[in-house]
C-alpha cells in the first residue's frame, strides 16, 4: 500500500472510536467489510443520541416549552449540518426521509405524477432494486416506459448507449453515484448535463456514494440527491433526498398528515411550505441528530484525507487479491470507490462467504439487491469486500489468508 | 435404521469434528458424493428459490415410503442437503411428516438453517415435510376408502 495518505491517517485512534471493532467473531476479532450495507458507528454518534434521549427530548415544532424549542433547534440545526454535508445551497430543500429507498420513492410518486403515456425514464443496468422498482410502478400506474443504459463489461456505464437513450421523450433520469456492486463511479456530471441537454430532470442515487468522500451536490448539477445515514456512520432509519427549491415546490405531497399542512378543514386543505410539506409526522428526531454527529465526525476526519485512504486500501486489496489463482475482479471501472466485488473459479459464492465468515471476515454475498446486473454478468452473485475508512490493510490481509484457505477447502 | 437412529448416527459421525474446519470439509466431501439428482428434474417445477443458492428437490413414493433426490448450486447447502435426504429418503410418509429434525443443531450448523441464509435449505426441509404429509394423507384416504 502506499503509504502516503495512510501515514499521516489517524486509524488507531480512529478504531479506538468504534466499539464493534472490538468485537470478536467465531473466536477471532472481527474483520467487518460490510461496510457497503451498512457502516459501523463511532461511539461520538452513539453519545449524541444518548445524550439527545437523557436531556433534549421533545417534539419538535410543537411545544411552547423551552424543552420542544430545545429539540426543535438541534432538529434544525442537524439539517443545516446534512446541507452543508452536501453542498446544498439552501438547508429548506433538505428533506428528512428514512433513508435512500424513500427518497427515490418520494420523487417517483409526487414529481412523477406529472408523467404520461409515452414519456421516458431512463435508469441504467447496475441500479440497486430501490431504484429500479419505484420507476416500474410508476411507469405501471402513468404509462411511461423505462429505459436502461448498458453496463460494458468493465462495469462502467455505456456512456455512448445512453447518449442514444436520450430524446426529447425523456423526462427523468436517476442513475446511481457509486455502484453496490460495483464499486464504479459514474460520471455523474456528465449524466445530468446531457439529460438537461433534453430537458429531463435527474436524481442521483447517492447511497456509496456519500459515505467515502466530498459530495458537492451543486458541483454535480443534479436536481435530486439522495442517501442513507446508517451507511455513512449514522443510526438507521434517517436519510436526506435533497431537492432544487423550485422543483421542490413544484411537487404534489408524499404523505399526508401533521407537520406538512398550512390550514386543514374539510373544505379544503392548505400545504405547508418546504421542507416540511413533504414531512408528515412526527420526524425521527434522535435519527436526525445523530445523523448530523455522524457528518461532523466524518468532515472532522477530513473527507478528502478519507477518500485517499480508502482508494490506497482498495488498491492494496486489489493487487493482493488478484494474487489468488483463479479469482476475477467483478468491476473494473476506473474509477472506484471501496467496493472488490469477486468470484474465484466456478466456486458459489455462497461457499466462498460462509467459510470467511468462519475465520471472522464478514463480507456480502449474492446479488447485492442488483439482479439484474448480476444477470447482465451471467453469474448467481458476487462474494463482495466492502470498505470504509476504518478498515486496516491488516484487513486486508486477513481477507486475503481466509479466501486462500476457503479456496483451498473448495477445491 | 429409523429417522432418529439416522440422526442419531450423523451427530455421532460429527462428533469427531472439534474445529470448524475439518467440518465443514466433510459438508464439502458430502456435498460432492451426493447423488446427483436426474437432471430432468432439475428445474423450474422442483427448484426450491433462495435468495443466496438454490435447491432442487424431487421426492417420489414407494410403496409407503418416499425417495428424495436433490441438488444444489452451492456446494456446502449441497452438503447439508446430502444429511437431510440421507436421514428422511427411503423413510415411511407419515414418519416423514411428524419429524423433528434436531439434528442440524446438535452438529452445530443450525446457521444455515436461519432466514437471513435464505439458501434454500429452510424451504427445502418445509417441503420435505409437506411431501410427507400430502403422502401419508393419500395413504390414509386409500385405507379408509
Ligand atoms: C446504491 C444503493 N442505493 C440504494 C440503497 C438503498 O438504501 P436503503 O436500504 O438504506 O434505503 C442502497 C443500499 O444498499 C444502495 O447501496
Request: with cysteine; glycine share 8%.
Amino acid at each position: 500500500m502506499q503509504k502516503t495518505a495512510a501515514k499521516s491517517f489517524p486509524i488507531e485512534r480512529i478504531r479506538a472510536d468504534f466499539p464493534i471493532l472490538q468485537t470478536e467473531m467465531n473466536g477471532k476479532p472481527l474483520v467487518f467489510l460490510d461496510s457497503a450495507a451498512s457502516s459501523q458507528k463511532p461511539q461520538q454518534v452513539l453519545d449524541t443520541i444518548e445524550q439527545y434521549y437523557e436531556h433534549d427530548n421533545a417534539n419538535v415544532h410543537r411545544g411552547v416549552y423551552a424543552l420542544s424549542q430545545r429539540a426543535t433547534d438541534a432538529f434544525e440545526a442537524a439539517r443545516k449540518t446534512m446541507a452543508a454535508y452536501i453542498n446544498a445551497p439552501d438547508e429548506h430543500e433538505v428533506i428528512w426521509v428514512r433513508g435512500c429507498t424513500e427518497g427515490i420513492n418520494l420523487v417517483a410518486s409526487t414529481y412523477g405524477q406529472r408523467f404520461k403515456t409515452g414519456d421516458e425514464i431512463i435508469v441504467s443496468h447496475m441500479e440497486h432494486h430501490s431504484n429500479i422498482v419505484p420507476w416500474q410502478m410508476l411507469c405501471e400506474r402513468t404509462g411511461a416506459v423505462l429505459k436502461v443504459i448498458p453496463v460494458l463489461d468493465n462495469g462502467e456505464l455505456d456512456m455512448t448507449a445512453y447518449k442514444e437513450l436520450l430524446s426529447e421523450r425523456t423526462v427523468f433520469v436517476s442513475v446511481v453515484h457509486v455502484s453496490n456492486a460495483l464499486g464504479t463511479v459514474n460520471p455523474v456530471v456528465e449524466i445530468c448535463n446531457m439529460a438537461h441537454e433534453v430537458g429531463a430532470s435527474v436524481l442521483i442515487d447517492g447511497a456509496q456514494a456519500t459515505p467515502h468522500g466530498k459530495v458537492d451536490v451543486q458541483a454535480i448539477g443534479c436536481d435530486f440527491y439522495t442517501f442513507s445515514g446508517h451507511k455513512m456512520c449514522g443510526p438507521t432509519g434517517q436519510g436526506i433526498l435533497w431537492g432544487k427549491r423550485a422543483l421542490l415546490e413544484s411537487m404534489p405531497p408524499y404523505h399526508g398528515g401533521g407537520e406538512m399542512i398550512d390550514k386543514v378543514s374539510f373544505e379544503g386543505t392548505t400545504y405547508n411550505v418546504i421542507p416540511f410539506k413533504f414531512e408528515a409526522g412526527t420526524p425521527n428526531m434522535a435519527g436526525a441528530i445523530g445523523l448530523a454527529a455522524a457528518a461532523d465526525y466524518m468532515t472532522s476526519l477530513d473527507l478528502d484525507s478519507i477518500e485517499q485512504y480508502e482508494a490506497d486500501l482498495l488498491a492494496y486489496a486489489t493487487a493482493e487479491m488478484s494474487k489468488i489463482e483463479g479469482l476475477r475482479v467483478i468491476g473494473t471501472a476506473s474509477e472506484k470507490h471501496s467496493v472488490l466485488s469477486f468470484l474465484v473459479g466456478d466456486m458459489h459464492p455462497y461457499d466462498l462467504g460462509t467459510l470467511l465468515d468462519k475465520q471472522g471476515v464478514a463480507v456480502r454475498t449474492g446479488h447485492h439487491c442488483c439482479q439484474p446486473l448480476m444477470e447482465r454478468f451471467g453469474i448467481p452473485g458476487t462474494v463482495r469486500a466492502s470498505f470504509a475508512f476504518y478498515n486496516t490493510t491488516e484487513d486486508v490481509d486477513r481477507l486475503v489468508s481466509a479466501t486462500t484457505r476457503a479456496v483451498k477447502m473448495l477445491s | 435404521m429409523t429417522i432418529a437412529e439416522r440422526q442419531a448416527e450423523i451427530i455421532d459421525e460429527f462428533e469427531m469434528f472439534d474445529d470448524w474446519m475439518d467440518k465443514y470439509e466433510h459438508i464439502i466431501e458430502l456435498g460432492k458424493d451426493l447423488p446427483l439428482i436426474d437432471s430432468a428434474f432439475k428445474d423450474e417445477e422442483h427448484k426450491i428459490r433462495g435468495c443466496q443458492s438454490q435447491v432442487w428437490l424431487h421426492a417420489a413414493p414407494e410403496g409407503e415410503k418416499l425417495r428424495f433426490t436433490a441438488d444444489s448450486d452451492a456446494i456446502i447447502t449441497k452438503g447439508l442437503i446430502s444429511l437431510m435426504v440421507r436421514v428422511l429418503d427411503d423413510q415411511p410418509a407419515t414418519e416423514i411428516a411428524k419429524t423433528e429434525l434436531g439434528f442440524i443443531e446438535k452438529i452445530g450448523l443450525h446457521e444455515h438453517l436461519s432466514p437471513t441464509r435464505s439458501n434454500g435449505l429452510r424451504s427445502m426441509v418445509k417441503q420435505m415435510k409437506l411431501y410427507g404429509i400430502a403422502q401419508a394423507a393419500q395413504q390414509n384416504a386409500q385405507a379408509n376408502g
